[in-house]
Structure formats: C-alpha cells, structure tokens
C-alpha cells in the first residue's frame, strides 16, 4: 500500500467490512481529487455574520486533523423555499427553531452558502448530478411544470454513484426532477422513493397544480390523507431507525414551507383550496389571497420540530456519531420570508434569491460551535459527498462542482474560484467577495458583499476591469452550456 493509500484509510475508514472493489474505488476518488485540487472559494471575514441567539461563541472553522472514521451515513435535508434568515441562527427575530440551531452549534453553520439555482427543480438538479443546470435540458425548465422534461435516467448522479460504491439510497418527499413514466427516483439511482413528484401539493388532499393526485410510493400511488409533513417525518424517522447493513443516503426533502400556506391543523383552509382545484383554478395552489408572517412563522417552526424528531431518531438508533447530517433550502424564500438584510427573493440571482441556510454535523469528524464563511453551492456537496462516500465522478460527466472533504477534514486551505448562476433574464457569478450581477433591465452591476451584503452599492463604474473580467468569465462558463429554448 502507497503512503497515499495509507493516508486515506486513516482519513475516512470504512467500518464493517470494506471490499477490495469499495476500497479501490475509495482510493481512486481521493486520487482523482488530489490530482485536480480541492477548491473553494477563499473565505471573507473570520467572525460570524450573525451571531447564534443564546449560543456558545462560534468559532472560525478549522478540521479536527488525526481522526478516524468509517465512511458516514449521508441524511441530506432540504427546507422548501425557505429564507436565508429564517431560521433564529441566522438572525429571524420571530422564528424560534431550536432544533436546527443546536443542529448547527453541533457542527459548522455556514454564512456564505448557495443553492445552485433560484427555484426549485433546477436546483435539485444541481445536487443531484453535480453540475450547473445549464448541463441538461431538464435542468432548463425554472422550474419543471409539465411533464416533458426531467432527469435522464442515463445521466449519473449522486445516488447512483453511491449505490456503486456500497450505499443504500432513498429519497422521501419532493422529486420535481420529472413525471412518471420516464422520470422518477427509482430510474436514477434511488433504491426508495416515497413522495410527490411535482413542485407543490395541498398537504392534506395531496393534491398538485393540475388536480393530480400526488404522493406516491416507489411508482404506485400511496393513499394518506394526513398533513403531509407528519408523513414524511415519519418514513424518514423509520428509515433512519433500520438495522442497516450498509452505510445509506437519505434526501429527505420537505415541502415546507412552500406555498399553500397551511400548517397543521387547518383542515378548513385546505378543503377549500381542494374545492378550488376541483372547480378549475389553476391558480388555486398558489395561495395568493391567503398566507401571513404569523402562518409561515408557524410552518417553519413545524418543520424545525419535524427535523428534531428525525435527528431524535437517529440518535436512538445509535447512528449519530457516524451519521453526516447536511440541512439547507433550495433556494431563497418567498413572500413572508425574512431575509434581511439580503436584497430580492426566490427566482431572483439577488442574494436573496440564492443564499440559503446552512448547517453540517458530523460528531465523528467535526467539531461543533464553528462558523464558516466560505461560499460554496449545491454542487459542492455533491462533489464532497462522493469522495466522503468512496465514489468516483463519471468521467463522461465531469462536475462542476469541487470537494470540500480537504477543507473539512484535512485544514486544506480552499482555493479561491468562480461561483456561476444563470436564470432567464439574470446571470449573477461571485469570486471571492465580489459578485458581478446583470438583471433584467440588462444592466451589469458590481457588488462587494464583504461590504455591501444588501447589494445596493454598485461598483461598476468604480472597478471597470474588474467588472470586465467577471464578466468575461460568466459568459465562458455560460458558452459551454445549454441555451434556452428559443422564445422563452
């Protein structure tokens, strides 16, 4: 065995019992690594940029060096439109979400974080296949909203990576990466799904945009007429409470606190947007003439109760220690958020619109009460979930993102590179703490978010080169993608 070979068993150790195939295949990822670099984004301030609410001080991140560790259980969560600050960690003086931040005191809160587009299935696109949405057809859609595009079964992604380095896979709630018949969890690398395939339901009904029925096990319709949220919190707290006898991914993606506005509870407020959908209003879901701070404030704090009963779960199961649980949304939030002092909102290259909470706990790795303001996206976590996992990127589907594993677990210094979005009408690419943003009155604009986190300080004519040059880059990366249908 190489010094290199050696040096990755003692970085992250199987546990029971490693294959000769598994191990190669862990060596041949970190390899694959090494040879290209971790990069990251270089981080700004060392001090947090809002402190935690009746918390130990945080500290600036730095890897706890020297320990060893079986390749972990990944539970991936994701909030629903939730906002950067909506979360009491983050700042939200009215949310209290105690799970989530003891989540966060537990591991590293990060301050810089990014989803890697501004709704939904593109989003989910990039987490899942590691890759701008651009890459894909189905990644086009902002958001999917019919039923003929999707995810290609053919195209590798996170699962079906981990599958082929010895995981266990199963994805619980929100797909919205394709309809049935050609597009579903189970055709790309999923062993278990059980959800809803489209962008919102009514949370009790299951019912979706078009008055479709959704909520499904595997392929086949599941009837449960209970608040959907509860169902969820329960097959995700029974899946992490198996005897498993491999380590196992679990996406487990709410739908809260997106749009309708109905917590649990409000039965009335959900028959009547059932009577809606079932009179023909096509807008029905949308909850346009209903919602308020107080009912959002009410959802996001089930969904806080709900992740706590999960990491309970867990915690009986005596996973915890060898568990790496991620949680963050898909994108900003939307109408009662708060994301102050971020500007703009979902579907938005704004701050507002991109920058999500975001907390990691790994007790086998990781120290707790850490902060990190490194900016990184959706595709990252994909990159570094591999390499954590032992698996090895398709090399006929190269990842846009990179692996933060050095940084996290070996004090690698990251590498300072280029954040990219591309939204219609929008296009937005942050390096280092400057952000070069061109919104739809086709104005190019130049923000330093070190200073100016609100983005209301523009620098273009100040920093002519700069913004020449992130602009240059921008439209490389964009040359190299997909272009949008014509006339949308």
Same mark, same amino acid.
């Given at each position: 065995m190489t010094?290199?070979?050696?040096?990755?068993?003692?970085?992250?150790?199987s546990g029971s019992p490693l294959s000769r195939r598994a191990f190669a295949t862990a060596v041949g990822a970190a390899a694959a690594t090494a040879a290209v670099g971790v990069q990251a984004a270089a981080p700004a301030a060392a001090a947090p940029s809002t402190p935690q609410r009746g918390a130990t001080a945080e500290r600036p991140f730095r890897a706890?060096?020297?320990?060893?560790?079986?390749?972990?259980?990944?539970?991936?969560?994701?909030?629903?439109d939730l906002g950067w600050a909506d979360l009491s960690s983050y700042g939200a003086p009215h949310i209290r979400t105690p799970h989530l931040d003891e989540l966060g005191r537990q591991g590293v809160r990060f301050t810089d974080s990014y989803s890697g587009s501004a709704t939904c299935s593109p989003t989910r696109f990039s987490l899942y296949t590691g890759r701008y949405p651009g890459r894909t057809k189905g990644g086009l859609a902002e958001p999917i909203a019919d039923r003929s595009v999707g995810l290609e079964p053919t195209h590798p992604t996170l699962a079906s990576l981990l599958r082929g380095a010895g995981y266990a896979t199963a994805l619980i709630g929100k797909w919205h990466c394709g309809y049935l018949p050609d597009h579903s969890p189970t055709r790309s690398g999923w062993d278990e799904f059980f959800g809803n395939f489209g962008g919102a339901l009514e949370y009790y009904s299951k019912l979706g945009l078009g008055g479709e029925y959704d909520l499904y096990e595997g392929d086949a319709e599941y009837k449960d007429l209970r608040y959907y949220t509860r169902i969820l919190t329960e097959r995700a707290s029974e899946y992490v409470s198996r005897d498993h006898d491999k380590p196992w991914l679990l996406n487990l993606n709410f739908t809260t606190p997106h749009w309708p506005w109905i917590a649990d509870g409000d039965t009335e407020a959900g028959a009547e947007i059932v009577r809606r959908i079932k009179a023909g209003d096509r807008g029905a879901?949308?909850?346009?003439?209903?919602?308020?701070?107080?009912?959002?404030?009410e959802m996001v704090e089930d969904l806080d109760r709900s992740v706590g009963e999960v990491l309970k &779960?867990?915690?009986?199961?005596? #996973?915890?220690? !060898?568990?790496? *649980? /991620?949680?963050?949304?898909?994108?900003?939030?939307?109408?009662?958020?708060?994301?102050?002092?971020?500007?703009?909102?979902?579907?938005?290259?704004?701050?507002?619109?991109?920058?999500?909470?975001?907390?990691?706990?790994?007790? &086998?790795?990781?120290?707790?009460? #850490?902060?990190? !303001?490194?900016? *990184? /996206?959706s595709p990252d976590w994909t990159a570094t979930l591999l390499e954590l996992g032992g698996a090895r990127p398709d090399p006929a589907y190269p990842l846009d993102g990179v692996s933060l594993a050095g940084y996290l677990l070996r004090d690698e210094a990251p590498k300072e590179r280029d954040l990219f979005w591309r939204v219609r009408g929008e296009r937005a690419l942050r390096r280092?703490?400057?952000?070069?943003?061109?919104?739809?009155?086709?104005t190019d604009q130049l923000f330093n978010l070190a200073d100016d986190q609100r983005e209301q300080a523009d620098r273009a004519a100040a920093e002519p080169q700069r913004l020449a040059g992130l602009r240059a880059s921008?439209?490389?990366?964009?040359?190299?993608?997909?272009?949008?249908p014509t006339g949308s």
């Open positions: 010094s290199r070979d050696s040096n990755i068993r003692s970085d992250v150790d706890a060096r020297g320990r060893h560790a079986r390749r972990p259980n990944i539970l991936f969560i994701l909030g629903d879901l949308w909850h346009a003439d209903g919602g308020s701070v107080e009912k959002y404030t &779960a867990l915690k009986r199961s005596g #996973q915890e220690q !060898d568990t790496l *649980v /991620f949680f963050a949304s898909d994108n900003g939030g939307e109408r009662f958020s708060y994301n102050w002092p971020l500007s703009g909102s979902k579907s938005s290259l704004r701050e507002g619109g991109i920058r999500v909470p975001s907390v990691l706990r790994w007790p &086998a790795r990781v120290d707790g009460h #850490q902060v990190s !303001d490194v900016p *990184v /996206f280092g703490d400057w952000k070069y943003y061109r919104g739809r009155d086709g921008w439209e490389k990366t964009d040359a190299g993608l997909l272009p949008y």
